[in-house]
């Protein structure tokens, strides 16, 4: 059984972001980028269920510029049999991305596709579902545990309420939480492995697919700065204080 | 921020400055190219913050204990140590035969800067396993390299140098371990020891499989003497457990933990005195005596261990440059946070005016300033001397490889000593940036100073350094070193010379070097040793600071050809106060010794 894993390179974690300063959008340019952690969990559980014998083939796929080509290499070394590298410069939104996903998943014919529940960058958290919606194909999203029997996926979700087991059919999307695994650390030789596997370069019209922009970002801004606090003396001057904010 | 080490500092260190990418001209690092070098530094930063920062400061406030049986350590020492073996890290320079990647020894030091920066004290049992192994396989036979060196490089079996004894520290030719011959064995010839080895890093722990200790002690002559000085020195492996021939775990050979040293820092590392051929608790054969493995020729131990003490030099001074470098982020991050007062404007100081991070104030400034060019032209020394490494390895041509040597020759007293004394001087300074916070155990930097106090210490004393680069370095074959160094620091004025914003930087350096050939040449002319080398840390220091303001010179150089940005506007800075307020320090210096002063040597222990 194929799986298709997607990896999206964002900006690292420790890298503290700054908006841009004429709004239009954060400073990418020199500062560190690395494998969204969420597409790492997600590349973590298929290379598990390739250990465990559940998977025969694990493709990562990436959309992005030529840069992303490290991002891929890092998936290899994971664990990843080949990659796919849509190339594509410029911005692209949940909508166009889930389309190329799923016109990827299947000319590879792979029964299920891992993804990170969303990308730290933009937090749009849609991916994975539209790709679903797209191929009109099962979706287990926020998955905390993951188990691939013959046909079907059995998938423990995290929730509000605490936590939800779906058996979906395959192919299936699934998504993955936080809690699901601890991604490894790369190995020094399996990076050196990864050098050999094949990435294959292909654009969106070769996958048919046309590059939409359904969303127009009019500005991006900062966080408001927090505002002082105060300190009350008592639990009166406290109650008076949230009444007068009409906040109780 | 990484508050171990600065990212953007190392890659243009690596990238722009040493262009470390042109060593794939080597058949040796031809798969390699930027992508695999960054593959590794991403692994290391991530385990090093993940794994081994989080217990440093644990490692030092519950240290290693010793029952009088076991030695039991911090609960996160092993797995921290697990995860960095099982990465492929303990072997990343060698071959693939070795489970390794052949990565380049300067991307491998950088790497490891990053556990050096994170947690010392862990950092060396892995710093003593991967010295120990190198030596092993340059100076071992193939059947002591499958049994001790491979299950180093697979981190199954972790390693020590067992050099120093109670009373032979800097004195190594009074060494009284002795080595009796037993017969010859699958492992080379075996000897019994017998005798005491102190200030063992990592001599006993349950951290690995197996300890490997290489242990220099003399073989008496055919009257049962010991050959004095250090030509009687041979070099052994020393087993804590006997290797059975099919590799597995044989019988506990007679080295025992004698005591745990309780140390001012570095505390995370066991420090022993250990006892090998006490007789009484293990009985390797049912005799006394430690069973030791000759590596090499015989009295010739310690040529081959100075394969292990020259590779832990330069990893000391790198140990030091990362402890001054983590503790200078660490400062710089409080300076920035912590308000104190008002610096004054226009018309004074506006007293209800909000107070202001203190790193509004000049002289906070100043003290990281100094703490930049301190570890930023450390970690660039060290960088580079690892490169030469790599250049003197891999070139085909000899002559090329013989100028590597030289420099490396040259290079080395400063790279261990330098670093030991000036990123000691920055903690110093960002325990002075945190004010009474900083001399608390709630912050980081006391320990930082701590543990870097050892370096001017262990592997060979600041003033041992100094006897190595006057009284040898600079007049071995003919000056040859010393005119090596000068040339390449030639070609570095001369291009200096060339930018407009440098050419004065450039002017003074070359005097500076001039001055130096000119003071060694007259030390050397007394005709008296004794005063040829009794100011001898005094020519270290100066010597020392000279060579940074090359290294920041170089960087300067590389930084002016790239975009302007506050990167490279801090690198400049940094340049121009090594230039306007440390070199400087060398002039006095120089004209002591050029005076020949005896002040020191002639004081009388009576006069104290
Ligand atoms: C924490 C720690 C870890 C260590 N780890 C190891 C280890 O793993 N393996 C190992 O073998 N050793 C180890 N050492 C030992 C270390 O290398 C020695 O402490 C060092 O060589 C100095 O020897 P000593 O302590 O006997 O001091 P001494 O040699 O007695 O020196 C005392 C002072 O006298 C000066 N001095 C001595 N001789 C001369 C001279 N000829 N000219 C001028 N000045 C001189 C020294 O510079 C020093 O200032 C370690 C030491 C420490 C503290």
């Given at each position: 059984m194929k799986a298709l894993v997607s990896v999206k390179r964002v900006v690292d974690y420790n890298v503290r972001v700054q908006v841009k300063s004429d709004g239009s959008g954060v400073i990418t340019e020199g500062v560190k980028h690395s494998m969204n952690p969420f597409d790492e969990i997600a590349m973590e559980e298929a290379v598990r269920l390739k250990e465990k014998g559940k998977l025969t083939e694990i493709v990562a796929i990436t959309i992005g510029g030529a840069k992303n080509e490290e991002t891929l290499r890092s998936a290899l070394a994971f664990g990843a049999d080949r990659a796919i590298h849509i190339k594509e410069e410029g911005d692209v939104q949940p909508l166009?991305?889930?389309?190329?996903?799923?016109?990827?998943?299947?000319?590879e014919g792979a029964q299920v596709f891992f993804a990170g529940k969303q990308a730290i960058d933009d937090d749009a958290n849609q991916t994975g579902q539209m790709v679903a919606?797209?191929?009109?194909?099962?979706?287990?999203?926020?998955?905390?545990?993951?188990e691939l029997d013959g046909g079907k996926a059995v998938v423990t979700r995290e929730v509000d309420a605490g936590l939800e087991t779906l058996e979906?059919?395959?192919?299936?999307?699934?998504?993955?939480?936080?809690?699901?695994?601890?991604?490894?650390?790369?190995?020094?030789?399996?990076?050196?492995?990864?050098?050999?596997?094949?990435?294959?370069?292909?654009?969106?019209?070769?996958?048919?697919?046309?590059?939409?922009?359904?969303?127009?970002?009019?500005?991006?801004?900062?966080?408001?700065?927090?505002?002082?606090?105060?300190?009350?003396?008592?639990v009166d001057e406290l109650v008076s204080a949230l009444k007068s904010k009409g906040l109780v | 921020m990484s508050l171990i080490l600065s990212r953007r500092d190392l890659d243009f260190?690596?990238?722009?400055?040493?262009?470390?990418?042109?060593?794939?001209?080597?058949?040796?690092y031809a798969e390699h190219s930027r992508d695999t070098f960054d593959a590794v530094l991403d692994t290391s930063e991530k385990i090093a913050t993940e794994r081994f920062a989080p217990h440093n400061k644990l490692n030092d406030q519950h240290e290693p204990h010793f029952d009088g049986e076991r030695v039991t350590m911090h609960d996160q020492v092993k797995p921290a140590l697990d995860a960095y073996c099982d990465a492929g890290l303990m072997a990343a320079a060698q071959d693939a035969e070795f489970g390794g990647m052949q990565l380049p020894t300067v991307v491998e030091k950088a790497s490891f800067a990053y556990f050096l920066g994170a947690n010392v004290g862990t950092s060396a049992y892995p710093f003593l396993t991967i010295g120990n192994a190198n030596t092993l396989l340059k100076h071992g036979t193939p059947a002591q390299i499958d049994a001790f060196v491979r299950p180093q490089f697979a981190g199954r079996y972790f390693?020590?140098?067992?050099?120093?004894?109670?009373?032979?520290?800097?004195?190594?030719?009074?060494?009284v371990t002795r080595a009796e011959y037993?017969?010859?064995?699958?492992?080379?010839?075996?000897?019994?020891?017998?005798?005491?080895?102190?200030?063992?890093?990592?001599?006993?722990?349950?951290?690995?499989?197996?300890?490997?200790?290489?242990?220099?002690?003399?073989?008496?002559d055919d009257n049962g003497r010991l050959i004095p000085g250090v030509k009687g020195i041979s070099l052994f492996i020393v087993p804590k457990y006997l290797v059975n021939a099919d590799g597995t775990r044989g019988e506990r050979n007679d080295v025992v933990l004698a005591g745990l040293n309780h140390k001012m820092g570095y505390r995370g590392t066991t420090n022993c005195l250990l006892n090998f051929g006490e007789g009484t608790r293990h009985r390797p054969g049912g005799k006394a005596g430690a069973i030791g493995y000759r590596v090499g020729e015989l009295h010739r131990g310690l040529a081959c261990m100075f394969h292990m003490m020259n590779e832990a030099r330069i990893?000391?001074?790198?140990?030091?440059?990362?402890?001054?470098?983590?503790?200078?982020?660490?400062?710089?991050?409080?300076?920035?946070?912590?308000?104190?007062?008002?610096?004054i404007s226009g018309s004074g100081k506006e007293a209800s005016a909000p107070q202001q991070p203190i790193i509004e104030h000049a002289d906070v400034r100043r003290m990281l300033l100094a703490q930049k060019a301190y570890v930023e032209g450390a970690l660039a020394l060290n960088l580079y001397c690892s490169q030469l490494v790599d250049v003197q390895h891999n070139s085909d041509d000899a002559a090329e490889r013989e100028r590597m040597t030289l420099l490396l020759e040259i290079l080395t007293p400063i790279a261990k000593s330098w670093p030991s004394q000036w990123c000691l001087e920055a903690n110093s300074l960002a325990i002075q940036v945190h004010g009474g916070y900083g001399y608390t155990r709630d912050y980081n930097v006391e320990q930082f100073y701590r543990d870097n106090r050892l370096n001017p210490i262990h592997e060979g004393t600041h003033g041992v350094q100094g006897l190595d680069l006057l009284g040898r370095k600079v007049v071995m074959q003919d000056g040859a070193a010393l005119k090596a160094l000068g040339a390449?620091?030639?070609?570095?004025?001369?291009?200096?010379?060339?930018?407009?914003?440098?050419?004065?930087?450039?002017?003074?350096?070359?005097?500076?070097?001039?001055?130096?050939?000119?003071?060694?040449?007259?030390?050397?002319?007394?005709?008296?040793?004794?005063?040829?080398?009794?100011?001898?840390?005094?020519?270290?220091?100066?010597?020392?600071?000279?060579?940074?303001?090359?290294?920041?010179?170089?960087?300067?150089?590389?930084?002016?050809?790239?975009?302007?940005?506050?990167?490279t506007a801090g690198k400049l800075q940094a340049c121009r106060y090594f230039f306007e307020w440390e070199l400087p320090k060398v002039g006095p210096q120089l004209d002591l010794l050029a005076a020949m002063d005896t002040t020191a040597l002639d004081m009388r222990d009576a006069w104290f």
């Open positions: 166009t991305a889930a389309r190329a996903f799923a016109a990827a998943l299947k000319k919606a797209l191929l009109d194909i099962a979706q287990a999203t926020f998955a905390s545990k993951v979906v059919d395959l192919p299936a999307v699934i998504t993955t939480d936080l809690r699901l695994n601890e991604p490894r650390y790369l190995k020094l030789p399996d990076i050196m492995k990864a050098k050999k596997k094949p990435i294959e370069t292909v654009t969106f019209a070769d996958l048919g697919v046309e590059k939409g922009a359904a969303l127009t970002i009019s500005k991006t801004s900062a966080p408001p700065k927090r505002s002082k606090g105060i300190m009350v003396k008592t | 260190l690596l990238y722009q400055w040493l262009d470390v990418e042109a060593l794939t001209r080597f058949p040796r390693g020590t140098m067992c050099l120093s004894e109670p009373q032979a520290g800097s004195s190594l030719s009074d060494i037993e017969g010859d064995s699958a492992l080379g010839p075996q000897y019994r020891l017998t005798g005491n080895k102190m200030w063992i890093s990592g001599g006993e722990h349950e951290l690995s499989e197996n300890i490997v200790h290489l242990v220099l002690a003399k073989v008496p990893g000391v001074g790198l140990g030091a440059t990362m402890l001054g470098y983590t503790g200078y982020l660490h400062a710089l991050d409080y300076a920035r946070t912590r308000k104190q007062g008002r610096v390449v620091v030639a070609r570095s004025v001369a291009r200096a010379a060339a930018v407009p914003t440098l050419a004065d930087y450039a002017k003074t350096l070359g005097e500076s070097m001039q001055n130096l050939a000119v003071v060694t040449q007259r030390l050397w002319a007394a005709g008296d040793i004794h005063k040829t080398l009794a100011n001898s840390s005094v020519y270290l220091e100066a010597f020392g600071h000279t060579v940074l303001a090359w290294i920041w010179l170089e960087q300067a150089l590389a930084a002016q050809r790239l975009p302007a940005d506050d990167f």
